[in-house]
């Protein structure tokens, strides 16, 4: 079995086109009267702006959906919230219909899986009287269906004001997951003074902790504010593709055998490309695989792959009989993930460019990297 560089970096791009395109649909209401600062927090969290298009599709007379072409998100938004008593029970009853019809498809991309329900920190009352009761009547209900809903207080400032809200809040003892205060966007006071944005990281901490494990790699593609949430799924990615490939045995793997190892490595690379939510080249992938698994040249072979490899660590696993350990296996494996994850982590950051990897300078930080996380992970 033989693996071109140029091959593996194509099945790389195809597997993440795969992962992307299959991402399960996440689906949250998002509650609240107008002005509450509601676009501004879905176009905060979000890396696509579905509220700047001012059109949702009508789902009933008071709901609409925003979503975009090939983003597994839909946000469900019910305008006019704080108008009459008969407008707000009828629009209880939707939401609620809602919930219970993708409930009933056993459907997951037409399931609701989170609720927002956001109120104004600027407000000079936590509650008008009637939010107050529609909130308890309606979470009181949704406990049948048990989606998760948290309160976020939306335009936390001055950030004292927003955690004595919370308190007075969680003082209610709602049924809800959490409540959350939060500053969507930094706020400049004026040309001296910014008062930066927070909260936004929690709420995704939060949602990690409520949404099924089906989910768990949509909401890191979607999300924008939580790079350690994104880093946390891709370690759980590449520990999760290291038991699945060589198993707790960690049985040992034959020299020829060895670039059967590429499948799962490439799918591995691939779940965490989709975990980043982030567009990679052919070129950083091509640049990547030969400065880890593709260092002795053009072609990887089964044989190459692990006498190479040994050579950069001789310290772990030898090779008897024509065999490398599973052991050393997972560990090569392991350090490749954590690589990976590291060079999007600088990406991400804006202290690298893709660009910058397709240069002998490049592909030595690469390879540097690659031979850190193997020292570390002996």
Not at 115 to 130: A, H, L, Q
Not at 133 to 145: A, D, G, P, S, V
Not at 239 to 262: N, T, W
Request: hydrophobic letters at 40%; a neutral charge.
């Amino acid at each position: 079995m033989e693996y071109h560089l140029e091959q593996v970096a194509a099945k790389c791009i195809q597997e993440i086109n795969h992962k992307i395109r299959n991402l399960q649909k996440l689906n949250i209401i998002i509650l609240g009267k107008s002005g509450v600062g509601k676009s501004t927090l879905i176009n905060s969290v979000f890396r696509e702006n579905l509220a700047a298009t001012g059109i949702g599709r009508p789902v009933t007379q008071e709901i609409r959906s925003y979503t975009k072409p090939d983003f597994p998100l839909t946000i469900y938004d019910t305008p006019g919230f704080e108008l009459s008593k008969e407008q707000q029970d009828k629009t209880k009853q939707e939401v609620l219909q809602l919930i219970r019809d993708g409930s009933s498809s056993n459907d997951i991309n037409k399931a609701i899986h989170c609720i927002w329900y956001c109120i104004n920190v600027g407000s000079n009352r936590t509650f008008d009287s009637f939010e107050e009761e529609w909130l308890r009547e309606f979470t009181e209900e949704n406990k049948i269906t048990k989606v998760p809903i948290f309160i976020i207080l939306t335009q936390g400032c001055p950030k004292k004001k927003a955690l004595e809200m919370q308190k007075l809040v969680e003082a209610e003892n709602f049924h809800v997951s959490k409540v959350i205060p939060v500053l969507a966007q930094d706020m400049e006071l004026d040309e001296d003074y910014v008062i930066k944005s927070y909260g936004l990281d929690t709420l995704i901490e939060l949602m990690t902790q409520v949404l099924p494990d089906d989910l768990q790699d949509t909401l890191q593609n979607i999300q924008k504010v939580s790079l350690d949430a994104k880093k946390k799924r891709a370690q759980a990615i590449v520990a999760a593709s290291v038991a699945a490939a060589f198993g707790e045995g960690f049985a040992p793997v034959p020299f020829a055998d060895a670039a059967m190892l590429v499948p799962t490595q490439v799918t591995m690379l691939a779940s965490i490309t989709a975990v980043f939510g982030m567009n990679v080249s052919k070129s950083l992938l091509t640049c990547f695989v030969s400065s880890t698994i593709g260092a002795g040249g053009a072609t990887v072979l089964g044989r190459t792959i692990a006498s190479n490899l040994l050579k950069l660590i001789p310290a772990v696993g030898t090779a008897i009989g024509g065999t490398i350990s599973g052991a050393t296996a997972g560990l090569l494996t392991t350090a490749l993930g954590e690589a990976y994850i590291k060079i999007l982590e600088m990406i991400y950051k804006g202290e690298m460019k893709q660009e910058e990897l397709d240069s002998p300078e490049g592909q030595k930080k690469i390879k540097d990297i690659f031979l850190e996380m193997l020292k570390k992970k002996k």
